[in-house]
């Protein structure tokens, strides 16, 4: 199996997103024989500029297009020969799922249907690997204490997580229907360079230095445990290779925090980087009316992927913020 991985072509799908364009680099940096093209309908979350440093790349093509497309996907495992997949095209926003689903059902579900059709189709090798990217959100909420493991019961709240947890269970099928070589990874919230301006932190950071109220949900007690992207790129890497086939692995920062909590830290480093005259950005926190459904506490046990893979979360939670808050003050200063 290793030569198919290391070697080949990897279709990598929503490769212009925040996870997928923090991964392409890295991975075509650890993998120099291996192909990749990816594939992104550069929806309103993606952005072509986030891969400007692989864009020349020898080893590496974008192909702009949707993942529910059977034409296109089909003609792409044909003319570049795909042997793997690794599957991060979703639409990722919560609060987009809450109040339009339809697009939610379209591509994580029917997307992944049909890439994993297409792979059916094309791939005569069993060798050949689907790598899905999921989310932890797929287990639900957890009272104040607890943890998710890869055997912990599917119980979606969202529609995001819903649609999330069925391309999930369509993985599944084709690893136990047709002998699929699948493997799926569940991460928690990542944080990072790269992200798009919807999210939670980018949102704290923007809202601060343009001087507006930081809105957080609630009572800002919901907790996330946070995972830097890099550390889950390398994880991902080691899932694609190394990775049992029909297996679930989960991966976590081991960094729980509450969203009141990860505001007051980013403000905290605003103040110190670039205080304003009067006062600290702490007073611009304000609490909103929370999100529907709001679940209350994602955290996640990964000792499943420590002890085989020999993956753990490297990154220290307070540097990597602060490398975080570096790149969206460059981004939103310049
Ligand atoms: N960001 C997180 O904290 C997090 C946590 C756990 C799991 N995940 C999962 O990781 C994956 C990547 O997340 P992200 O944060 O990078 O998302 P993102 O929203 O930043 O990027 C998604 C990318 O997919 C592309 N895309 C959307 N619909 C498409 C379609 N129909 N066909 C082709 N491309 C399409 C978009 O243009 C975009 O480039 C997702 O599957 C998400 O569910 C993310």
Known sequence: MADLLTNGTVLITGGAGFIGSNFIPYFLEKNPNVKVVNLDKITYAGNLNNLNEIITHPNYTFIEGDICDYALVSKLFKDYDVNGVINFAAESHVDNSINSPRQFIKT??????NLLEIARKYWKEKEYRFHHISTDEVYGSLPKDGYFTEDSIY???????????????????????????????????NYGPKQHDEKLIPTIIRSAIKGVKIPIYGNGKNIRDWLFVNDHCIGIDKIYQQGVTGETYLLGGNNEYDNLTIAKKICKILDSKIPKENGSYLNQIEFVQDRLGHDFRYAIDASKISNELGWKALENFESGLEKTVDWYLNKYQS
Do not use: W
């Open 155 to 189: 119980q979606p709240n969202s529609p995001y997580s819903a649609s999330k947890a069925s391309s999930d269970f369509l993985v599944r099928s084709y690893h136990h229907t047709y002998g699929m070589n699948v493997v799926t990874s569940n991460c928690s919230n």
């Open 108 to 113: 994580n579900i029917e997307g992944t249907f």
